[in-house]
């Protein structure tokens, strides 16, 4: 038998296993939820599980991490036809304001146990990034240009059209 | 028209399409691959991609992170019957040991660029972790406590007996 690294044993089961805290809030901006994730703490260290397609509402094709933005910079300042995204800042800090043509929201993140799920159609800015802020963004598709709203005004007559 | 935060624009498609450079390094293990991911650096802060079934070999069904771990904590100790997993140390630092009944080797996880791919039958020891560290896990898998070989000596007859 091959000697191993470590002798320290322990069952390490329960540190995988989702917790049943996780919650989900709604927001003024439609579809658009705030999610606290499950953090398991444990002597040997702590845990945040999330699955897709449950905590997570999709399965993701992508993910992206943004990170060394000037706070001065606003990103984001689009919408997407059809890509959903799940967005966590896992190290400092950023704002994100999300909007649904009628109503709209500032959310923080600041942390890793915090998600905001921008569903499709939803007009999203992110800023007030701190120095060591990294944003992680799960995709629910690959890189597609056509799935870009650009245009705050297109926005709004594709969304005021819908909700006709 | 709704007034918008930032009033500085700049065209964001180039920040989200896939760089060309990723790279993937076979390794000593059987079907074990370290990945060095995209960067897009930019003026506005930079950016990292990766794409399911692409840059990382397969999609996930849950993501997990292990942080605040005592450096003289050894975590993993086990490997899968069917589960992929994809790591990678997004904060600090941490090496794992990969080994596949035959051989092993060790990696040192160090950022947001580097991965680990860990196929299932792969005997997996995460350890020397960081203060600081955090470890970002794709899981390819719901939990499944069924899915784990725990002991050692079990995983070294199922790879011998899969290798004869």
């Known amino acids: 038998m ?3 690294v470590g002798t320290k ?3 390490s089961a329960i540190s995988v296993e989702p917790s049943p805290s996780p919650t989900i809030e709604s927001s003024q901006v439609r579809g658009v939820t705030l999610h606290r994730l499950s953090l398991v703490e444990d002597m040997r260290g702590n845990l ?3 699955e897709f397609e449950r905590q997570v509402p999709f399965l993701p094709k992508r993910y992206f991490m943004v990170f060394s933005v000037p706070s001065s910079e606003v990103r984001g300042e689009h919408a997407h036809l059809s890509c959903h995204q799940f967005l966590i800042c896992i190290n400092g800090f950023c704002a994100v304001v999300a ?5 709209r929201q500032e959310f923080h993140l600041d942390g890793l146990l915090t998600g905001l799920y921008l569903p499709p159609m939803t007009w999203a800015v992110q800023y007030k990034y701190s120095p060591d802020a ?3 963004v799960f995709a629910s598709d690959y890189y597609d240009p056509n799935d870009y709203i650009r245009s705050y005004d297109r926005f709004l007559s594709l969304t005021n059209g819908a909700q006709k």
């Not at 909007?99 to 109503?103: A, F, L, R, T, Y």
């Open 99 to 103: 909007d649904d043509g009628k109503n």
């Open 2 to 4: 091959v000697g191993y």
């Open 48 to 50: 945040i599980v999330a």
């Open 134 to 136: 990294i944003l992680l």
């Open 9 to 11: 044993k322990w069952e």
